[in-house]
């Protein structure tokens, strides 16, 4: 007596097998993936030179003024120092905007590699555009400075600045605008598991090309064998 090796058939309720990325595990991060986060930390930590370049020329200046003894602040009702932080602040800003949606419409699949490496790239910007202000600026060297100017002669003030908090502009608007953007313009994946059978209702199994089921001997309804 042979034995048949039953076939079994997916029902087409069951949800689909999820599908595995190329080179990466199901509905994990591929090193496609991670290389992007890599790129946008790298081009965006170099676009801090331009921050810093901007900030030296367009930062108000405050000027000292030296009596041959001491150096002192040529008008003390000056706002040239907070006005260093406010140029930094409104740059840096400018920076977050057009990063995060450079990094959108680069990507606009978004993912956990590519916000990484924006507020890693970001806050590195920020800090090689605030080294860069400072090296481009006035010298530091104050003392130096009032020497060379001679006497009674003003001269600028390196810039400074004095709210450290504005550093963290560039990555906190890049990140917020670039979830923001994403949450709102890229396609959500379908809900693989989707409803499921009612309780109780199972559909046959169907193969194509097989014969149909035999009729149950039992069914009274069943039409009665030839008798030879």
Not at 178 to 193: F, V
Request: charged share 15%; hydrophobic share 45%; proline share 12%.
């Amino acid at each position: 007596m042979g034995v048949t090796e039953a076939l079994t058939t997916p029902s087409p309720h069951e949800p689909p097998l999820p599908s595995e990325k190329p080179g990466g595990s199901a509905g994990g991060i591929t090193p496609a993936d991670i290389r992007d986060g890599a790129a946008v930390a790298l081009v965006i930590g170099v676009a801090g030179v331009l921050l810093g370049v901007l900030w030296a020329w367009l930062a108000p200046k405050a000027q000292y003024v030296s009596n041959g003894e001491a150096v002192f602040l040529k008008n003390s009702e000056s706002e040239s120092r907070i006005g260093a932080d406010g140029t930094f602040f409104l740059l840096s800003l400018g920076f977050g905007l057009l990063s995060a949606v450079f990094v959108f419409l680069w990507r606009r699949r978004g993912g956990v590699p590519l916000v990484i490496g924006l507020m890693i790239g970001s806050c590195f910007a920020s800090l090689v555009g605030w080294r860069t202000g400072l090296w481009l600026g006035p010298s530091s060297d104050v003392a130096a400075a009032a020497a060379k100017a001679g006497k009674g002669v003003a001269f600028d003030a390196p810039l400074q600045v004095l709210a450290q908090g504005v550093l963290l502009v560039w990555p906190m608007v890049a990140v917020a605008v670039h979830l923001g953007l994403t949450a709102l313009w890229t396609p959500h994946d379908p809900d693989p598991s989707g409803p499921g059978p009612e309780p109780g209702v199972y559909p046959p199994p169907h193969v194509h090309g097989s014969p149909a089921p035999a009729a149950d001997s039992s069914d009274p309804a069943a039409p009665e064998p030839p008798r030879g």
